[in-house]
Structure formats: structure tokens, C-alpha cells
């Protein structure tokens, strides 16, 4: 305490004298550490005003590039897509709704397939859900209008007729036109029916569309035949 006390008076005695100069601590002075604990914070708080600055700069401009489609409750594409066959085609056309399975007779898409096609896939769904397995139309029968409407979409995407036949028949030779054709899903129905299929006659008929299945009656027996690399390895597409 006394230490202390004599310590305090040396300093008030400096004072008076005129020297103001503080003590120094590992040969810096007081005064010089808070100029240069002043100088760090105006500095942090000078790169604090900084980023927001550039924060905000950036926010403005992703605001004014992005679309408006981009907000939260904007559709994703494909229910773009489906609003789109809804809104030209309608469900009479063969736009099948998301979830749609081959009990919903309900639905043209799947109600106007061949009566021997459906058949199977009932009892092949039946089956597959015993499994765990459920099994989704993703589409089914589908006027000459959604066909046409398909063909050319695939044409928009792929850059020519010829590579969007490899994806999308002319309605006048395609399966589904004719209720001959069906596209499943998801991915594990594909797969079981790719594995199990031929007991209902059901094959897979593209390599380059696994979920696409057609009936050939005699898989039953003889297993499916193998499938066409895509549509225009098909000698029906050349007819």
C-alpha cells in the first residue's frame, strides 16, 4: 500500500510540474496505447461500414438480374410444365398429375390405356407394393395434340428433329398415342419392374428410357426381348 501511495504522488508531482508524459509499458506509453487501441477500433469499424456497404451494393444487384420466378413461392420448372399442358391441353389430353397411379381411372392418361397393358400393370403394382414398392404414372395414353405438343418441345431442347426423335415419337407412331405406352416411376419402381416385369409381360422397350414399359405378352415365357438403343432403332418409328 505504501508503494503504492508513493507511486501515485510520483505521478501527481509530474503532473504538476508539467510533464504529462504516462509511464511506459514494454516501452510503449499509455497514451501511446490508447491512440493505437483508438486507431484499432476505427479501423474495424471502418471495415465493418465497409463490407455492408458492399453487402448491400451486392444485394441490390442480384435483385435487379434475378428474375422474378426466382422468389420462394415461384413454381419449379416442371410445374411450370405442367401448368403449361393443363392450361393448352388439360388432363382430357393425357397431362398426367403428379402421383398418379394405374388404379386412378379417373384420369384419361391412365383410363385410355389398352385394357390387356393395364391389366398387368394393376396386378404388377399390386405386387411391387407388397414389396414396399410403389408404382407412379408419370404418363400414360396421350392425345395426337400433347403427343405433337411433346415432339415439339423436344425439338426446342435438343436442336432438331433428328436428335428429338431419339426422345419424342411422331404422334401418328407412337405407343402412347395408340395407348400402348407407359412412362413410370419413381426410381425403384423402375427397378422392380425392370427386374420383374416380364411376369406380367411388362418390358422395358428403350434403353435410353428405362421407365418407359410396353406389353409383350410372351415375356412370360420366353423373357423381353432386348430393348432398342432409343425410338429410332425401332422399325415401327420407320414405318
Same mark, same amino acid.
Given at each position: 500500500?505504501?508503494?503504492?501511495?508513493?507511486?501515485?504522488?510520483?505521478?501527481?508531482?509530474?503532473?504538476?510540474?508539467?510533464?504529462?508524459?504516462?509511464?511506459?509499458?514494454?516501452?510503449?506509453?499509455?497514451?501511446?496505447?490508447?491512440?493505437?487501441?483508438?486507431?484499432?477500433?476505427?479501423?474495424?469499424? *471502418?471495415?465493418? !461500414? =465497409?463490407?455492408?456497404?458492399? &453487402?448491400? #451494393?451486392? +444485394? $441490390?444487384?442480384?435483385?435487379?438480374?434475378?428474375?422474378? %420466378?426466382?422468389?420462394?413461392?415461384?413454381?419449379?420448372?416442371?410445374?411450370?410444365?405442367?401448368?403449361?399442358?393443363?392450361?393448352?391441353?388439360?388432363?382430357?389430353?393425357?397431362?398426367?398429375?403428379?402421383?398418379?397411379?394405374?388404379?386412378?381411372?379417373?384420369?384419361?392418361?391412365?383410363?385410355?390405356?389398352?385394357?390387356?397393358?393395364?391389366?398387368?400393370?394393376?396386378?404388377?403394382?399390386?405386387?411391387?407394393?407388397?414389396?414396399?414398392?410403389?408404382?407412379?404414372?408419370?404418363?400414360?395414353?396421350?392425345?395426337?395434340?400433347?403427343?405433337?405438343?411433346? *415432339?415439339?418441345? !423436344? =425439338?426446342?431442347?435438343?436442336? &432438331?428433329? #433428328?436428335? +428429338? $426423335?431419339?426422345?419424342?415419337?411422331?404422334?401418328?407412331? %407412337?405407343?402412347?398415342?395408340?395407348?400402348?405406352?407407359?412412362?413410370?416411376?419413381?426410381?425403384?419402381?423402375?427397378?422392380?419392374?425392370?427386374?420383374?416385369?416380364?411376369?406380367?409381360?411388362?418390358?422395358?422397350?428403350?434403353?435410353?428410357?428405362?421407365?418407359?414399359?410396353?406389353?409383350?405378352?410372351?415375356?412370360?415365357?420366353?423373357?423381353?426381348?432386348?430393348?432398342?438403343?432409343?425410338?429410332?432403332?425401332?422399325?415401327?418409328?420407320?414405318?
Amino acid at each position: 500500500m505504501l508503494r503504492a501511495d508513493a507511486y501515485r504522488r510520483h505521478i501527481e508531482n509530474r503532473i504538476r510540474a508539467g510533464n504529462t508524459t504516462l509511464p511506459t509499458l514494454g516501452g510503449v506509453t499509455h497514451r501511446q496505447a490508447a491512440r493505437t487501441t483508438t486507431r484499432r477500433i476505427r479501423i474495424r469499424r *471502418l471495415r465493418v !461500414a =465497409v463490407l455492408l456497404i458492399v &453487402s448491400a #451494393a451486392i +444485394a $441490390a444487384a442480384l435483385g435487379h438480374q434475378l428474375p422474378a %420466378s426466382s422468389s420462394p413461392t415461384a413454381a419449379s420448372p416442371s410445374e411450370v410444365r405442367r401448368g403449361e399442358h393443363r392450361g393448352a391441353l388439360g388432363k382430357a389430353g393425357g397431362a398426367v398429375p403428379d402421383g398418379a397411379t394405374v388404379f386412378d381411372d379417373e384420369i384419361p392418361g391412365v383410363a385410355n390405356l389398352d385394357s390387356d397393358l393395364l391389366g398387368a400393370l394393376r396386378q404388377a403394382a399390386a405386387d411391387a407394393a407388397d414389396d414396399g414398392v410403389g408404382i407412379v404414372v408419370d404418363s400414360g395414353w396421350r392425345s395426337p395434340e400433347y403427343q405433337e405438343h411433346l *415432339l415439339q418441345e !423436344a =425439338v426446342s431442347k435438343y436442336g &432438331s428433329e #433428328a436428335e +428429338a $426423335a431419339r426422345w419424342v415419337a411422331a404422334p401418328n407412331r %407412337s405407343a402412347h398415342v395408340s395407348g400402348d405406352a407407359v412412362d413410370i416411376g419413381p426410381f425403384d419402381a423402375t427397378a422392380w419392374l425392370s427386374a420383374h416385369g416380364a411376369e406380367y409381360g411388362l418390358c422395358q422397350i428403350y434403353g435410353n428410357e428405362p421407365w418407359h414399359f410396353e406389353l409383350r405378352p410372351e415375356a412370360g415365357d420366353h423373357g423381353c426381348p432386348p430393348p432398342y438403343a432409343d425410338p429410332t432403332h425401332d422399325p415401327r418409328m420407320q414405318q
